[in-house]
């Protein structure tokens, strides 16, 4: 991991040994063009920057600490943000699975990345309503309703008004997350 603050800054390297730099010995570091680029930005703003470099062992580790069963799926009509905003609400606006949200597993990280599993039940949600301007985004939750926001992310396929009746299924492995790449 690669730490970069506001000059003069101290550096951790991956290493870890920590130097402490001035401004001509952190320009003199950085030789690829758009990282240098944003810590001249940053310079600019009066702003830190953080670069981090994760090895896909490490990603794996990150992804084994997240459950991987207990949790539920949503969707959403606009960006949920980082609170699970706009969320298309069981019962108002899909048949609910459970009493609210459907379930979703996921398989073990591998490459830094996760997928739900074959094992999991494909995510359907029975539109009730009319969804004019598609679904473009899904989240998770710890609950069926209510429950802790973990994650997002933007959906494929979904633009455009879906009507009433229609089914929206998500199979595997229709939802990935990506830790390191």
């Not at 063009?33 to 810590?39: L, S, T, Y």
């Not at 794996?60 to 069963?69: D, H, L, S």
Request: charged residues 10%.
């Amino acid at each position: 991991m690669h730490i970069l603050g506001q000059p003069p800054t101290k550096l951790a390297t991956a290493s870890l040994d920590i130097a402490t730099l001035n401004r001509a010995g952190l320009r003199q570091l950085i030789r690829d063009p758009k990282i240098k680029g944003m810590a001249e930005l940053a310079e600019f703003l009066d702003a830190e920057m953080a670069l981090t470099y994760m090895t896909a062992a490490v990603a794996n580790a990150m992804c084994a600490c997240i459950t991987t069963t207990g949790l539920f799926m949503s969707i959403h009509s606009a960006t949920p943000g980082i609170t699970g905003a706009s969320e298309l609400v069981p019962t108002t606006n899909y048949t609910p699975v459970s009493g609210g949200r459907p379930p979703i597993a996921w398989t073990s990280a591998s490459s830094g990345a996760f997928t739900n599993s074959a094992s999991g039940s494909p995510q359907t949600f029975a539109m009730v309503t009319t969804t004019a301007g598609g679904i473009p985004y899904f989240g998770i939750w710890t609950a069926n309703s209510s429950g802790t926001w973990i994650i997002g992310g933007t959906t494929t396929g979904l633009s455009g008004s879906i009507p009433s009746g229609a089914n929206v299924t998500f199979t595997t492995p229709a939802v990935a997350f990506t830790i390191a790449g």
